[in-house]
């Protein structure tokens, strides 16, 4: 019989986390274990609001799934049946699986990818965001940060100050930048308009920058756009892949949304099928949910995962950083 437990933590960040839609300065995670006595494998959930998660709501479900047989479980198809039956959402599912996954691989003697079937990466370079902030504080960000040694950056903006915050990061860096509105726009046109005065800068693409429920306008946008459009709040743990390949250019795959390794794999699969770009994003994580998203980074076009460089005082240590590359060091 295997023990599971679950441990709250709150996250100090190192500076306020703003996007168009929020902004925090503290994120509370949880932390999942799972052993038999000699062996154990962790997990991370880090709850997002805009998907209905709170931590106090991961807590109550993760009762409900001990409550309802959780230490009876012994393989990752037993413990799916379980969250079928009792309702967890994604973030949970994930922290679950992953530690379930990591605690396999310790007893069958196995590495995270050989058991996902994957190709294995030694590194990869990751971008790093610019939240939301005044733009005369931008020169002073990047350098503080000492952001110029990523192989590529993200601009997080709003309608109110986007071009702004674009000019001053071209006028602090000169590497290429993803643009990132979190479902800022309403209009097409007006978001065109925001586009026409990109131009001038070295852009990759842009991320989801109308609601998902805006499903006629990114029709409408992406037979208009001169930039790739990648999907990131259009998918969640499912998609309407017919709907999605003739809105998006490319899809960004967050862990802690598919609810899990094999979703998320399944996702990124898709994707490509599709021929339709990847990416994989991350929350506000510790470097053990970095750590796991670097485990199907392969062949994936763009990787966005400073979840943790952001986090101030990380505690577990499990992911490095050097010269904008990742190297994981160790399983969680």
Not at 83 to 91: E, F, K, N
Not at 112 to 125: H, I, N, Q, R, Y
Not at 319 to 332: D, F, I, M, S
Request: glycine share 6%.
């Amino acid at each position: 019989m295997l023990t599971w437990h679950i441990e709250t933590r709150e996250l100090t960040l190192r500076y306020t986390w703003k996007i168009s839609r929020n902004a925090s300065d503290i994120k509370t995670n949880l932390f999942i274990t799972v052993g038999d006595g000699q062996l154990q494998g962790r997990g991370e959930a880090a709850p997002n609001v805009r998907y209905g998660e709170t931590p106090e709501l991961l807590n109550q479900q993760f009762a409900q799934l001990q409550a309802s047989g959780l230490d009876q479980i012994g393989s990752v198809t037993e413990l799916q049946q379980l969250t079928t039956q009792v309702p967890v959402l994604p973030a949970l599912r994930f922290a679950l699986e992953s530690a379930m996954v990591h605690y396999l691989c310790r007893k069958q003697n196995k590495t995270v990818p050989e058991f996902l079937g994957v190709e294995p990466v030694t590194s990869a370079p990751t971008a790093y965001s610019f939240p939301i902030m005044d733009p005369g504080k931008i020169a002073a960000f990047t350098a503080e940060h000492g952001l110029k040694r990523f192989e590529y950056l993200k601009v997080k903006v709003n309608q109110e100050s986007g071009l702004d915050m674009m000019a001053e990061v071209a006028r602090a860096t000169s590497q290429p930048l993803v643009v990132d509105a979190n479902e800022a726009w309403q209009d097409p046109d007006a978001l065109m308009r925001f586009f026409e005065g990109l131009k001038k800068y070295p852009i990759i693409m842009i991320e989801q920058p109308m609601p998902s429920a805006l499903q006629e306008e990114y029709l409408y946008l992406k037979k208009h756009t001169p930039y790739d459009l990648f999907a990131d709040e259009s998918v969640t743990d499912h998609a309407d892949w017919d709907l999605l390949q003739q809105q998006f250019h490319g899809v960004n795959m967050k862990l802690m949304k598919a609810g899990g390794y094999l979703n998320g794999l399944e996702i990124l699969n898709k994707t490509r099928s599709l021929g339709l770009k990847t990416m994989i994003g991350c929350m506000m994580e510790t470097s053990m949910g970095i750590w796991s998203a670097l485990q199907l980074a392969h062949g994936v076009n763009i990787l966005d995962l400073d979840g943790m460089l952001i986090v101030k005082d990380e505690p577990f240590g499990l992911v490095r950083e050097e010269a904008g590359r990742l190297y994981p060091v160790e399983q969680p």
